[in-house]
């Protein structure tokens, strides 16, 4: 698996004279899981997180990898993929302002899904630590984001029953 182009934020000005600090601190406080921190709080996990960049069809990560990063999508999309011998299951696509992967945030386990870029992808990732130091200050963070991770499985799980349902019936 190739490495994700990334980086830390910085504040070099981008074409429309932006900085990309700004830029990813406005990106954090449109994100449901980040919206209701402080400002200068969230500056600093603006600045702590990394941008990644992921070409189509490339896995941002695998179905029993560790890995201690969540991500907002930026642009482009992805699917969650469950991966079997015999094939695989699509089963949710995430889009752009979207936030995943928050289970590596809150413990070290293994991926339950795989991830893969459907198009051209950029995104914020935040680390473990970075993100653990941010709900002991905001404990609603953490309230907020098992709250959108229980949904998303529970919401793939269905589909996951769903099919399973289906290939026992129609064989």
């Not at 949904?151 to 349902?165: C, F, Q, Y």
Request: charged fraction near 30%; hydrophobic fraction near 40%; glycine fraction near 6%.
């Amino acid at each position: 698996m190739n490495l994700p182009e990334e980086r830390k934020a910085h504040c070099d000005l981008d074409t429309s004279g932006r900085c990309e600090l700004d830029e990813n601190l406005e990106i954090f406080s449109r994100v449901p899981v980040f919206s209701g921190i402080p400002a200068q709080r969230l500056r600093v996990y603006a600045y702590l997180s990394r941008r990644a960049h992921y070409s189509p069809g490339e896995f941002l990560f695998r179905q029993g990898d560790r890995d201690n990063k969540g991500y907002i999508v930026i642009s482009g999309r992805v699917q969650m993929i469950r991966e079997y011998r015999e094939h695989s299951l699509i089963l949710k696509e995430i889009q752009e302002g979207e936030f995943f992967g928050g289970l590596a945030l809150l413990s070290d386990i293994r991926r339950l899904f795989s991830a893969r870029a459907m198009d051209p992808l950029d995104c914020l990732t935040v680390d473990r630590e970075s993100f653990q130091k941010l709900v002991v200050q905001f404990p609603e963070v953490a309230i907020k984001s098992i709250d959108i991770m229980i949904r998303r499985i529970v919401e793939m799980e269905e589909k996951l029953l769903e099919t399973k349902i289906q290939e026992c019936v129609y064989g």
